[in-house]
């Protein structure tokens, strides 16, 4: 009888044991969904101030909104430059200068189709910095880069300081 006793005792600390764990496991579980809850929804005419915590939840859902609204619009310039281009090369002139002025729009043109492109794969970058939670923090320093900037250019990876001596390193290699 004694040996039943004890693996009786042994048996309801082993429950125990996985009892403890499972509570824990419980609360880690819990976090995820406290922090998971359902979307963040924002007004449209929400603006993010700077009452409120730097880069939270709405300031997070407000500037995604912005960026794919505004990747969007660029996908739609393109489309509608590249469809309407096309269209003007079935028309050739047979006056030169008028060939010549076609040439330099179309030229124009593609070099803008250009930079909206380069501007698409910025916006990319930054949806991916929002997941990563590092948007709105410099790339070099790590300080907040601050709401008032972002709003002017959500695409923006460096404070204003940061930003400057990018660009007086970029003018120092370009004079040599």
């Given amino acids: ?26 609360k880690v579980a819990l976090k995820p969904k406290i922090v998971a809850k359902g979307p963040i929804k924002i007004s449209k005419t929400y603006i993010p101030k700077d009452t409120e915590k730097y880069m939270c939840e709405k300031h997070k859902v407000f500037f995604r909104i912005k960026l794919q609204d505004w990747k969007k619009e660029l996908v739609r310039a393109n489309n509608e430059a590249l469809y309407n281009g096309s269209m003007d090369d079935n028309s050739i002139s047979a006056d030169i200068v008028d060939q010549a002025s076609s040439y330099t729009d179309k030229n124009v043109e593609m070099k803008a189709i250009n930079r909206q492109i380069k501007l698409i794969s910025e916006i990319d970058k930054a949806l991916i910095r929002l997941k990563d939670d ?27 300081a940061a930003q400057e001596k990018h660009e007086k390193n970029e003018k120092v290699h370009a004079d040599d």
Wanted: glycine residues 4%; aromatic residues 6%.
């Fill in 134 to 160: 590092t948007y709105g923090y410099c790339l070099d320093t790590a300080e907040p880069i601050g709401l008032k900037r972002l709003m002017a250019r959500p695409i923006a990876k460096y404070t204003i």
């Fill in 1 to 26: 009888m004694p040996k039943t006793s004890k693996a009786k005792k042994k048996v309801s600390k082993v429950k125990s044991k996985p009892i403890i764990k499972t509570k824990a496991k419980a």
